[in-house]
């Protein structure tokens, strides 16, 4: 299996900014692709960026232009670096991987994100 470790959640004023890490842990399975959701309560978890074994990259609309996701392919590692944070953020973000042939998703345990004055 894969182990994922989410870090770097936290309090932040609106328009402040965050960076969110994902370590995975090195197994025998391929990761096709790692992403990062969030979820609040009442709400169905939504993808928020994802980015592919070949790097390719998309984001959900309500993040486009502030989240930046990358990877450090030497250190097995996501990140996502969130700017000018609004209020409508706040959530619990959780790291994703997947492998595409054997059909396996991992999920992390999540990190809270506050936004807020």
């Known amino acids: 299996q894969v182990q994922l470790v989410e870090s770097g959640g936290g309090l932040v004023q609106p328009g402040g900014s965050l960076r969110l890490s994902c370590a995975a842990s090195?197994?025998?399975?391929?990761?096709?692709?790692m992403a990062w959701y969030r979820q609040v309560p009442g709400k169905t978890r939504e993808l928020v960026a994802s980015?592919?074994?070949?790097?390719?990259?998309n984001y959900s609309e309500s993040v486009k232009g502030r989240f930046t996701i990358s990877r450090d392919t030497a250190k097995n590692t996501m990140y996502l670096q969130m700017n000018s944070l609004k209020s409508e953020d706040t959530a619990v973000y959780y790291c994703?991987?997947?492998?595409?042939?054997?059909?396996?998703?991992?999920w992390g345990q999540g990190t809270q994100v506050t936004v807020s004055s």
């Open positions: 994703n991987a997947q492998n595409w042939p054997r059909a396996l998703v991992w």
């Open positions: 090195r197994s025998t399975f391929s990761i096709d692709r």
């Open positions: 980015i592919s074994f070949n790097g390719s990259t």
